[in-house]
């Protein structure tokens, strides 16, 4: 999987997921959603699904249910970056400062990115990023949707409106507490075998750029905060 077609499925995911779950508010069973959904046509379905997933993606609202597993992931890629480098040095002196903010990120992303052999990693973990983000965007729209339905059953009691509302609960219960753990486990497993091979394959490149920040000289990146090697 290419990084372009994991941008662009996750602009499509959560508009895919809004569209389906409001759907059902304009029908009077649950029978009547496939048939509605085969009703538009590709062109049309497009035109509505960029919007909301681009909007989705502006406002980030995958963010928040992203933040714990990704505090996670990050902190276990500076602590495995610096811990060869700890010790009675300036680098070990620096070390709590260097795991601050996004420092050790651009370290990786910036090895990672020069490195051929590194870079065919990242297909698997770009896989697993886009089920990560995925994961969290049923999260997000579920979430949304559940006290939706429960005051749309309020004003006009359709009975499906409950059943969709009970099937968004376990969806939500399932993704958060099933689901987000493994993929998040992932992403740590496959972050720990690009680190293994910078600590093997670059170590005086790694101890370089270590030392040039605790010295007080910023590493540059081509990364983001977003990028699919960060989720």
């Not at 959560?14 to 759907?23: L, W």
């Not at 602590?79 to 010790?87: H, Q, Y």
């Not at 004003?155 to 376990?170: D, E, S, T």
Request: hydrophobic share 45%; aromatic share 10%; charged share 15%.
């Amino acid at each position: 999987m290419s990084k372009t077609t994991l941008k662009t499925l996750r602009l499509i995911v959560p508009g895919v997921m809004t569209i389906t779950f409001a759907s059902l508010l304009f029908k009077s069973s649950l029978q009547d959603l496939s048939q509605f959904l085969r009703s538009l046509e590709g062109l049309l379905y497009l035109v509505i699904v960029f919007p909301i997933g681009y909007l989705y993606n502006i406002m980030n609202i995958r963010g928040p249910f992203l933040r714990d597993s990704l505090s996670l992931v990050q902190a276990n890629i500076k602590g495995k970056l610096a811990a060869p480098f700890c010790a009675g040095n300036l680098i070990g002196a620096k070390v709590e400062s260097l795991t601050q903010g996004r420092q050790l990120m651009h370290v990786f992303y910036s090895i990672v990115d020069n490195d051929e052999s590194l870079k065919s990693k990242t297909q698997d973990v770009y896989q697993n990023g886009l089920l990560w983000s995925t994961t969290a965007d049923v999260m997000a729209v579920t979430l949304f949707f559940i006290p939706v339905y429960l005051f749309a059953y309020l004003f006009k009691p359709m009975p499906h409106y409950l059943v969709v509302a009970l099937g968004l609960c376990i969806t939500y219960l399932f993704a958060a507490l099933v689901l987000m753990p493994k993929v998040t486990s992932r992403h740590i497993e496959l972050s720990n075998d690009q680190l293994d091979f910078i600590l093997q394959r670059h170590p005086d490149e790694l101890y370089e750029q270590l030392l040039n920040l605790a010295s007080g000289q910023p590493v540059e990146s081509v990364a983001t905060p977003d990028d699919p090697k960060a989720q």
